[in-house]
């Protein structure tokens, strides 16, 4: 059973969102998300000042299975991205709401957040898809 | 249990001073290197090279060769990839000294041959898929789809149009949205329906007046027939959109339906796939693309033509894109795809997708009470069976694959179309006999009952074949690409 912290945001397409300041946001992937890629053996972010856009990819991960878009929750500028990902995409399967983060994102349009899943609805939309 | 059935590499069979070559003694004068070669440029150590015997040298490449898999050694059925046996009179055609011993650069009226084969090949194309004009130059499928979207923005642009998107289904073949963006398109998604078709619907609200082309495979990857295609096409092109038809799925369609009569406007065909060439290591592909009349003055030149009977490369044409591989295309490929259309005949491609879509179909329908099958409809050349009732056991389409190994098989296409979970793309083609389906159906059917009582067979696999389940992870995170001497 995947885990899905109680505190945080999510996204239909399985990105987390954690709230830690006025308008900024830490952005991941979800556990269900890691353990359905599989072993995660690349991890490509958005530059540092990049714009991300709502709904509009901002990186990729690629799994021995597959390549996947991450897609951003939220429009805003990208701040900070985990670079230790880049060398160690691994993180993001062994811890993937905490040391696997992905980027730091200024909100542009807060009241995004208020679109996103909580917890409780994300862990019925993953329980649909098992 | 851990195979390991590693060989040594040629280089660590090395022992100085052996060797597999047997020179003739020198018949010119014999020169010192140094006289030759400015000091920068010469060697100060000696290449190391392997130093082996002609008989080591022998036995390791044809133990090595006899580890390969081909379909000349064992069914193939990897999905989308359309693994046909390819008959060897292709072969021993294209080494006719006629095709073989002729060079790219002699004068027109010494090929004349060649060029009339390459010229009626072209012909051949047009005719199979309704389309007015067709380039042999692109190398393979991908190089044919970003040559297509290359002439669909020449068009529009000789229009006057900014157009900037490109649509591809859900379900489309990871090349479509690669090539679309190498050729400088943004692309949009359409979703595709719960019966696997694409939604009108969403098809609709995406395009507009910023649409370049929607890219489309028909039967799409979950092996079914778009059966709203012209509807599809009418609303693509409503929009001032054109349609590319990705055409690794030709397979099923050959003879019974062409995508020029369905409403496409550029067509990739991948002959390596189809039309019976050598595909896997290599290949090389072959990749034409055909195009409706709006689009013939942008093809790739030079253009062979015909005036009278004499055949001929033509460079002048102001508007083509230029040339997009060297020469005219992976001539020698192009020669045994020829040989094979003049080999089957109108008919004998007729059955190639009636004979590819029965055993697709008797494949899903013997299979369907041992593993799920998400589009329960008759497919065409090629269907999806999703690995979820076996992952409820712990045993992932992964291990499917991988215990398939140990009966000889090279599994199925995994893990795609990747709106199927656990999924296992599965093309029999037309080649394989009744007896190697059932076989194969046996195999796959007592697959999914170890599942259910044994999985650890499943999961460990395989056990059978030279070295066990390899350390893709590791390969993939931190690969070693270069062989260096302890």
Redesign the interface.
């Known amino acids: 059973m995947s885990n899905v912290l109680p505190n945080l945001k999510y996204s239909k397409e399985h990105e987390w969102i954690e709230v830690i300041g006025d308008n900024k946001v830490r952005i991941g992937i979800t556990d269900y998300a890691q353990h359905s890629l599989g072993d995660i053996v690349f991890v490509e972010l958005p530059g540092v000042g990049d714009l991300a856009e709502a709904d509009e990819s901002m990186g990729t991960v690629e799994s021995v299975k597959a390549v996947s878009d991450v897609y951003s929750p939220v429009s805003g500028e990208v701040l900070e991205v985990n670079e230790a990902l880049e060398d160690d995409p691994e993180i993001v399967n062994n811890d993937p709401y905490g040391e696997g983060w992905m980027a730091i994102i200024a909100l542009s349009d807060p009241s995004q957040l208020d679109g996103l899943l909580t917890a409780e609805q994300y862990e019925a939309l993953i329980q649909e898809e098992e | 249990m851990t195979n390991t059935g590693e060989k040594a590499i040629i280089f660590e069979l090395s022992k100085p001073g052996r060797v597999a070559s047997n020179l003739p003694a020198l018949d010119v004068p014999d020169v010192d290197v140094a006289s030759l070669l400015p000091a920068g440029f010469r060697r100060e150590v000696p290449a190391e090279l392997p130093e082996v015997s002609e008989l080591q040298l022998m036995r390791h490449y044809t133990e090595l060769s006899n580890r390969n898999h081909g379909v000349d050694s064992g069914f193939y059925p990897l999905g989308s990839c359309t693994m046909k046996y390819n008959p060897k009179v292709n072969e021993d055609v294209a080494r006719f000294p006629g095709f073989s011993q002729i060079h790219p650069y002699q004068q027109e009226e010494t090929v004349q041959g060649a060029l009339q084969l390459l010229y009626e090949l072209q012909e051949d194309l047009a005719e199979i898929t309704g389309m007015d004009g067709v380039t042999l130059q692109p190398a393979a499928g991908a190089h044919g789809e970003w040559t297509g979207l290359m002439l669909i923005r020449a068009y529009h642009a000789s229009r006057g149009e900014q157009r900037t998107k490109v649509i591809v289904p859900d379900s489309a073949h990871?090349t479509n949205p690669a090539s679309a963006a190498v050729a400088g398109f943004d692309i949009v998604t359409v979703a595709s329906n719960a019966e696997g078709y694409v939604d009108i619907e969403a098809l609709r609200q995406v395009v507009g007046s910023d649409t370049a082309a929607l890219m489309l495979t028909n039967p799409n990857t979950l092996g079914i027939f778009e059966k709203d295609i012209l509807e599809i096409t009418k609303i693509v092109h409503e929009a001032g959109g054109l349609v590319y038809y990705d055409g690794a799925n030709a397979n099923a369609i050959l003879g019974k339906v062409r995508p020029g009569d369905m409403g496409f406007d550029v067509v990739h065909l991948n002959l390596h796939k189809t039309f019976s060439t050598p595909h896997g290591g290599g290949g090389p592909g072959s990749g034409p693309v055909g195009v409706k009349q709006e689009l013939l003055p942008f093809l790739p030149v030079p253009v062979i033509v015909k005036k009278g009977d004499i055949y001929g490369l033509e460079t002048n044409r102001p508007q083509s894109i230029g040339q997009v591989k060297a020469y005219y295309g992976n001539f020698g490929v192009n020669v045994r795809a020829y040989t094979y259309i003049r080999t089957m005949g109108p008919e004998g491609l007729r059955l190639v997708s009636e004979y590819a879509v029965l055993n697709a179909n008797y494949m899903m329908r013997q299979l369907a009470p041992y593993y799920d099958v998400p589009c329960p409809q008759i497919c065409k050349h090629e269907f999806v069976l999703s690995g979820r009732r076996q992952k409820k056991q712990g045993v992932r389409t992964?291990d499917i694959a991988k215990r398939l190994l140990d009966f000889g098989y090279h599994p199925p296409t995994?893990?795609?179309p990747?709106i199927v979970?656990e999924c296992l793309m599965i093309e029999p083609t037309e080649t394989e006999s009744k007896e190697t389906l059932d076989e194969f159906i046996n195999v796959m059917i007592q697959i999914a009952k170890e599942a259910e009582e044994t999985p650890e067979i499943v999961q460990d696999a395989p056990h059978n074949t030279v070295v066990s389940r390899l350390d893709?992870?590791t390969a993939?995170?931190k690969p070693v690409l270069r062989y260096t001497k302890e």
């Open positions: 990871g992964l995994i893990y795609f990747l979970e893709e992870v993939a995170r």
